[in-house]
Nanobody, 126 residues
Framework: QLQLVESGGGLVQPGGSLRLSCAAS????????IGWFRQAPGKEREGVSC????????YYADSVKGRFTISRDNGKKTVYLQMNSLKPEDTAMYYC???????????????????WGQGTQVTVSS
């Protein structure tokens, strides 16, 4: 059974850093693109970052460019989202999602991903 489990969220002060992990089980991560999405209360879900199966293509939302870095370790079946210079507006539930064979394009849409984790909360506050 395909499963994605996010971890690494928490409470951090503005300017701080967190590294989120998305651990995959039940499938071969190598063949899947992984996307990170976030949703804050009362707001629409936002695509944050994507990495293709071969790491050949990535995507970052304008709001996180230069601050977030996505990476993957297929041997550990884990995708990471390193988040630096965090801002209060980064506060949200963060989800990872998987889709086989997908390339990361110029946008991210949730309906393009079939498999989702349960999410990890990130709160940026002083």
């Amino acid at each position: 059974q395909l499963q994605l489990v996010e971890s690494g969220g928490g409470l951090v002060q503005p300017g701080g850093s967190l590294r989120l992990s998305c651990a995959a089980s039940g499938f071969t991560l190598n063949f899947y693109a992984i996307g990170w999405f976030r949703q804050a209360p009362g707001k629409e879900r936002e695509g944050v970052s994507c990495i293709s199966s071969s790491s050949g293509s990535t995507y970052y939302a304008d709001s996180v460019k230069g601050r977030f870095t996505i990476s993957r370790d297929n041997g550990k079946k884990t995708v990471y989202l390193q988040m630096n210079s965090l801002k209060p507006e980064d506060t949200a539930m963060y989800y990872c999602a998987a889709e086989p064979g997908k390339l990361c394009g110029a946008t991210m849409k949730g309906h393009e991903y079939d498999y989702w984790g349960q999410g990890t909360q990130v709160t940026v506050s002083s």
